[in-house]
């Protein structure tokens, strides 16, 4: 009889660690999901500063005068400065920091990226490239979100 107690308390013990064990898979997991139920990008955003790499489509004269423009991406629309996608597809993807000057042909140090990879994301207008600013985000670690527009790096606040 004690013999059977004891495995009784054995087996509730084993099933009260798989109970925990589940629980805390299942924080980690919604964890994950912002707090709008959506991935990190999802929310309206106001352009708050800028770094200009040295080369730019763009005048640094211009590129102040986006201070304070807005950008709003959620499942349905993605939109920035009256340009709006009724249809966007979000392809998210890392870029990885040894390749980063490749593909922005600036340091990644311009925008204090120290650690990579660096999550990116580029919207699409249904499944066609989105020929608008706000068209390529990235978020690194401990740094604001970057959209990438003429050359010019512009950090965005989420509101």
Known sequence: MVRKIGDFLVMIHALTRFSIGLFFLALVITGCQSSDSGPFFYGTWILTDYRIPGISAMSPEEAKTWVGKVA??????????????????????????EKF?????????????????IPSVEVLCGKRSW?????????????????VWDGVFFFLQKQ
């Open 101 to 117: 000057y490749d593909e922005f042909r600036a340091s990644p140090e311009l925008l204090d990226y120290t650690e990579g990879p």
């Open 131 to 147: 020929a608008a600013p706000g068209s390529m985000l990235m978020k690194g670690e401990e740094v604001p979100m970057v959209m």
């Open 72 to 97: 709003h991406y959620t499942k349905q629309t993605a939109s920035f400065d009256g340009e709006t996608c009724a249809s966007p597809t979000y392809r998210q993807r890392i870029i990885l920091l």
